[in-house]
């Protein structure tokens, strides 16, 4: 996984995002974030100040223009960390658009003509319902539908992972991505989109941020921040007259220094890093995620839908056990079947000597160079290999090889039909297989389900998360596969309606529904549930329904997902719990600094021993600059997520990030108030 990221502080994105940081001091940019709008507001009228102390009136000497100077100073700077932390969490997903956007080159593509010729034209001149010929090793000019064809490709530009997959008509397997290489036979494809409307085009502007819409969390949130920050505002500039009335003179830098230090000017700047990093997140688990919505609920999903064929199951029936009859030994089955399965290419085929590994036995091809293949036909409904002294071996359905058998004048053993029995009442699919007119035994056939599978539900359950799996199979055989895979509950013989029938019930519960899927069957599900997970390697409808777009085709990836999700909450909520307990210190730190001088009595709450009201000042105005590059890494990272209660992770949040939000500024102003007094900068 994680194929496409990049490192979260490498010399490239560093170096962008300080440029940035400049570029995002225009006001229109910066009036979108209230809280740092209003720091950059204060910043303009100290710089003012600076040139003139007296440009708004009063009678201030050559000394109070330097404090305005260092107040002026440390506002620029809180300005330019809290952009370049939203630039450098920009900055990884615009380096990840660029590795994206080498695939994309400028493409000539096979067209079919009116006439029925091909034409080379530009792929960037397709247009959706055109019909394009990719042969082997060309790329697949743009997205499409196979109609014709069946082929290998490769998908690494896309996914990152080496392992081809097969692609071709019909079915759920028939949607290609542009950019991707065809490494084998022939394709025909229909043209699913308009230029600049493909997947690529579209995950190339989600990793950018350009289409990047602020979740309904972090709006509310911005909303509260602007209100504290207005709250703030009106108490600041009330003080004036208040100090007015009691005989005394506030300067505007002070008070300006006042308010920046006591609105939420900490998660006000990382807000929208910690949010931009969370979809990041998602993109480095190979998850395009076409909203921060999606990620943001993804957090709280109660109920996870999966569909099973595809998604819990490989999707090919596989060979899972070798059942002898008669007298014969499971040893001499599985010899039999390896040979009837020697050079069957199907996924069937494959799982019999795979299984067959497994247990100890590989047979070499090359011993068998000259033997007649004998290919799957749908008159006889077997398959198997003919020796050149006239052995024979086959396997195929139970009734065509007894039809066989009794044809060479063999013998049926007695238990095969209730062997049969037991393997199609389990859900399976029974395979007899034949050496010449005696009957081994059978094929168990089942549908496999993925490893990790029953662990990795496991871990959804202690995220609080039920599991429920879809399939258009009868109660028995879904019965078994859930069993097996450790799912917490099934419905069987689902329709597509059914599936989002159980969705509306458990959204009118109150429950945030994830839906896991790959056909055009699913669609519908996945475009009603909260969370859609689309696979990659499903049809263009499921991809356009879903809100996310699992690239390794992993339904398990939902994991992931939440926990990214969770992930996104706590950390927002963390840092805004630091950023409010740190107001606690700088009241300490400001307010006796602005009062000492007419109320003597405040100076009992200079429990810090700061050295003067201007040191004061700008001690707690550089420790609220600095704390926001520290928390950079955190807000990039994200805070650990653990299975826990939300009363225990309230409680955590509380004890680490309330208490050491109160303790943390203490230090830090202390100790830069010494090192201002140290500077011999304590009385400027």
Request: glycine fraction near 8%.
């Amino acid at each position: 996984m994680g194929k496409t990221s990049t490192k979260t502080l490498s010399s490239d994105i560093v170096n962008r995002a300080l440029l940035d940081s400049f570029v995002k001091l225009n006001p229109k940019v910066m009036f979108k974030n209230p809280v740092m709008f209003v720091v950059e507001v204060g910043f303009v009228i100290t710089l003012l100040l600076s040139m003139d102390p007296n440009i708004f009136g009063g009678n201030y000497h050559t000394r109070q223009q330097m404090f305005n100077l260092a107040v002026c100073i440390i506002l620029f700077l809180t300005l330019l960390f809290a952009n370049f932390a939203e630039a450098i969490a920009e900055g990884r997903g615009k380096a990840q658009a660029e590795s994206l956007r080498k695939t994309k080159t400028d493409l000539m593509a096979t067209k079919k003509g009116g006439n029925g010729s091909w034409d080379l034209v530009p792929a960037s001149t397709l247009r959706q319902g055109d019909v394009v010929r990719v042969q082997a090793g060309e790329l697949i000019p743009t997205d499409g539908e196979v109609i014709a064809g069946l082929g290998s490709v490769d998908e690494s530009a896309i996914t990152g992972e080496s392992a081809p997959v097969i692609r071709g008509a019909g079915g759920d397997f028939s949607s290609v991505t542009g950019g991707t290489k065809l490494l084998s036979d022939e394709l025909q494809i229909r043209v699913t989109v308009n230029p600049g409307e493909s997947f690529l085009d579209k995950m190339i502007a989600l990793v950018e941020g350009a289409s990047r819409q602020k979740t309904p969390n972090e709006l509310a949130l911005s909303v509260l921040l602007a209100g504290l920050t207005l709250i703030f505002l009106i108490v600041v500039v009330t003080l004036d007259p208040m100090a007015g009335y009691a005989g005394r003179l506030i300067n505007i830098a002070t008070l300006i220094a006042l308010l920046v230090c006591l609105i939420p000017t900490t998660i006000g700047a990382l807000l929208s890093a910690i949010g931009i990093a969370g979809m990041d997140r998602v993109i480095r688990f190979n998850i395009v995620a076409k909203s921060g919505k999606a990620v943001e609920a993804a957090g709280d999903v109660n109920t996870l839908i999966l569909d099973k064929t595809g998604t819990i199951t490989i999707g090919n029936r596989m060979a899972s056990e070798f059942v002898p009859v008669g007298q014969h030994s499971q040893q001499d089955l599985m010899k039999i079947a390896v040979l009837s399965s020697l050079f069957d290419e199907t996924p069937e085929g494959r799982s019999v000597l795979q299984l067959a590994h497994e247990n100890g036995l590989d047979v070499k091809r090359e011993a068998y160079s000259d033997a007649e293949n004998v290919e799957f036909s749908a008159d006889t409904r077997m398959s198997g290999l003919n020796l050149t002294d006239g052995t024979t071996y086959r396997k195929g359905a139970v009734d065509a090889i007894k039809t066989y058998v009794q044809s060479l004048a063999g013998h049926i053993p007695s238990d095969l039909d209730a062997k049969t029995e037991r393997i199609a009442k389990e859900g399976g699919t029974p395979l007899a297989v034949v050496h010449g007119n005696e009957i081994y035994g059978l094929l168990y056939l089942k549908d496999i389900v993925k490893p990790g599978m029953r662990e990795r539900f496991a871990e959804l359950r202690k995220m609080g998360i039920k599991t429920v799996m879809c399939t258009g199979d009868n109660p028995l055989t879904a019965a078994t596969i859930a069993l097996e895979a450790g799912v917490d509950d099934y419905i069987a013989e689902a329709k597509p309606e059914d599936k989002m029938r159980l969705i509306m019930e458990e959204q009118q519960q109150g429950k945030l529904v994830a839906m896991s899927g790959d056909g055009t069957n699913d669609a519908p599900a996945l475009a009603q549930a909260d969370v859609g997970l689309a696979m990659n390697t499903g049809t263009t409808a499921a991809k356009e329904a879903g809100n996310m777009v699992d690239l390794d085709s992993d339904p398990t990836k939902l994991i992931e997902v939440v926990a990214i999700g969770k992930q996104l909450l706590i950390t927002r909520g963390a840092i805004t719990t630091f950023s409010i307990a740190n107001d606690v210190a700088k009241y300490f730190a400001i307010i006796p600094a602005i009062f000492v001088a007419f109320v003597p009595e405040l100076k009992v709450l200079n429990i810090m021993d700061l050295s003067t009201p201007q040191s004061a000042i700008l001690s707690a105005l550089i420790f609220n600059a600095v704390i926001i590059p520290a928390l950079i890494p955190l807000a990039m990272r994200g805070v650990k997520y653990r299975p826990v209660t939300a009363t225990t992770m309230l409680i955590r949040n509380i004890l680490l990030y309330g208490v050491g939000g109160v303790i943390v500024p203490f230090i830090g102003i202390k100790l830069i108030d010494m090192l201002i007094t140290a500077l011999g900068m304590a009385h400027i």
